[in-house]
């Protein structure tokens, strides 16, 4: 649209005539039709014409008119001659610029305290009181980080001459259900034997229950221990205001030798074995090896085969062995290169020799765990085993022209099994390399294309016995399973293999926890460590500290009835590393 007030305005003067006869703004032009209606009563389709309306618009506007919905004529609203900051918001803002806080700080805490106030409108109060600009700060001046994460509290031990209160948060409250069990077992005490590192600000018996901390929480990975570097309520499972920062948990880690940690293994087992004997009470060991993958560019670690990758890179490839009944863990070992692998078996004997004087269990374990020079050193040992022989063409082709009256058919009974009832042939071989006859057992009929080849030294054992304990060798993979999905095995931050020594030994000390403790769940003995953290331990809570003891307060679940049975939990228990405060376990609505 033409504005004609351009053409009035040109030279400094306005031309009335023009500007009533035309009128350029909206209010303006619903005036002069309304006037044109009423005053000099002409027609609503003359009125349209002239102002450039619809009739059917015009009647709209007088029914809007009458209603009282349109001002003609509407009051200008002059704004506060005064500033509508007040005196004592103004007085607060120059406070805390004394204080040396920015003007996004001083909006924060203004904030706070609900005063509603522009940051610009701070930043106005403060140059007019004469204020400039604060020098930049570092981002150790800030209190954040280059991430710009808040840098959290100097991890050091509880001091309760000062700590008079606390109440705070925990997202994982019912991890302190397990501390009646970590006092119970012992392992503090062999910390102290092993003489592990410890610094002036955090004790070895601290470090060690943070790295046990955040495997009992298990569950998706967290990379770096910052994602609960500032939560205080884990701070006090572990006797400290907070966890760890990252740096010292790696460089504790690697302070610590590999001899040491061996130690404290053997240490841990013996005395589990003592305080927990259904846990290593079974007549079988099963033993494998697994992969842990590294992603990093600069390492000095072998290739090897990963299978939860499905190709050849770098890891660690560890050990471990595992109790047949109750699964438990019972050794780890990492940094094993390839050249070694075939000797780790005789290395678990003389490990396991150490812990119980002799080795009474069969070793199960698969065709590529050793060679077959050491299943004649195991037999001239006097150390059972159960294993499969290496198939090649010749000796399955050999194996299939046997006449049919010399299988026989053996029933295995293992529950969930597909193929139950197989055919076996059994005889005696000589291995290449080895001087010792052993018993071997050919099955067909078993699901597979090919027929499996068992080699045992166990003469003792029915055909129908060993095939049940070798077949029953998968729990040993799902307990591996087991340890990278929940306690995270396979998250290998670092080449060096200190670190992953250390993580494999607070790995399998987490789970003969969760072993026991599920020992006292009332049904749900048989769960999992995912399953039981998932419906007993994954809950939130407050932890409260009121000068005396301390309280842990979680709200009922469905579950809770199960804990409420739990003996240890339904009274005060003293911790230790916490100067003897008890704790109390409460359950709210």
Known sequence: MHNHHNNTL??????????????VSQRQKQYEAVRAIVIDKQAVETVATKFGYKPGTVYSLMRDVNAGKIELFPIVRKGPKKKRTTCDVQDKIIKYRKQGLSTTDIHSRLAEEEINISAITVERILKTAGFGKLKRRTNNELGKTLKNKIIPERSEHLDFEILEYLNVDCPTAGVFFFIPYIIESGILDLLQECKLPESSDIGSTQACLSMLLLKLIGERRRTHICAYDQEPGFGVFAGLNVLPKPTYMNTYSCRCSETQLMNLQSKVVSLFRKKYPDFYS???????????????DESE???IWCGSKGKTMKGANTIIASDSKSNAVLYTRADILRREESQEVKKFVSYWKNIKGNVSETLVFDCKFTAYNILDDLENDKVKFITLRKRYAGLVKETLVLPKEVWKKVYIPVPKRKYKN???????????????????????????????FILTNSKELSLQRVLEVYAKRWRI????????????????????MIRIHFDILWTMIADTLYHRFACDLRRFENNLAPAIFRKFIDMPGRVVYDG???FVKIRKRAHTPVLMEVKKLQTPFAVPWLGGKSIEIVWTA
């Open 10 to 23: 040109i030279h400094g003067k306005l031309n009335l005539v023009s500007y009533f006869n035309n009128p």
């Open 477 to 496: 993979e799902n307990k591996i399973a087991e340890l990278v999905m929940f306690f995270n095995l396979n998250s290998l931050s670092s080449p060096i």
């Open 301 to 303: 670690m072998e290739k």
């Open 282 to 296: 079974s007549d079988y060991i099963n033993l494998d090896f697994h992969s842990i993958p590294h992603y990093g």
């Open 548 to 550: 005396g003891k301390f």
């Open 422 to 452: 197989v055919s076996v042939y059994e005889s005696e071989v000589r291995l290449k390399d080895c001087k010792n006859i052993f018993r071997q057992i050919v099955v067909k009929d078993h699901g597979r294309e090919n027929p499996t």
